[in-house]
């Protein structure tokens, strides 16, 4: 596969929806992205040259990498979140306006991990400013 279309694999499957994403904004590859990819690149390959050994080796590597790292911080922001459970918090409500309470709960999904704060689910850690 050369430059340029690894370079469009990389970007449309990091887009929603599998299309390319606009300039200048960010996107972050996931495990998904990266078997896109590596899929991409063995359906391009010339059977009658196939690639270097080593080369796909090494790119399986990379991949128990990024996902033992992956693994690592998915368990780090879930220690984390577990942590604040009986604690006062100050959190950007969906209004915008800051909204405050106990941490009741902790809710682990694809999507990332979410607390319940004072009968409020689904606020992110991120929403988070101040922990009493």
């Given at each position: 596969?050369?430059?340029?279309?690894?370079?469009?694999?990389?970007?449309?499957?990091?887009?929603?929806?599998?299309?390319?994403?606009?300039?200048?904004?960010?996107s972050?590859?996931?495990?998904n992205?990266?078997?896109?990819?590596?899929?991409?690149?063995?359906?391009?390959?010339?059977?009658?040259?196939?690639?270097?050994?080593?080369?796909?080796?090494?790119?399986?590597?990379?991949?128990?990498t990024?996902?033992?790292?992956?693994?690592?911080?998915?368990?780090?922001?879930?220690?984390?979140?577990?942590?604040?459970?009986?604690?006062?918090?100050?959190?950007?409500?969906?209004?915008?306006?800051?909204?405050?309470?106990?941490v009741?709960?902790?809710?682990?999904?694809?999507?990332?991990?979410?607390?319940?704060?004072?009968?409020?689910?689904?606020?992110?850690?991120?929403a988070?400013t101040?922990?009493?």
């Amino acid at each position: 596969m050369n430059p340029v279309s690894l370079t469009n694999a990389l970007a449309a499957s990091a887009a929603p929806g599998g299309r390319a994403a606009p300039e200048g904004t960010k996107s972050l590859l996931g495990q998904n992205d990266f078997l896109k990819i590596m899929i991409a690149q063995l359906q391009a390959q010339n059977p009658l040259e196939p690639g270097n050994s080593n080369e796909f080796l090494s790119q399986l590597a990379q991949l128990t990498t990024v996902e033992q790292t992956t693994n690592l911080a998915n368990a780090s922001e879930l220690s984390s979140a577990v942590g604040l459970i009986g604690r006062a918090v100050t959190y950007t409500g969906a209004a915008g306006s800051p909204e405050s309470g106990v941490v009741e709960s902790v809710q682990a999904n694809a999507s990332g991990t979410t607390v319940t704060v004072h009968g409020t689910a689904g606020v992110k850690l991120s929403a988070i400013t101040e922990v009493q």
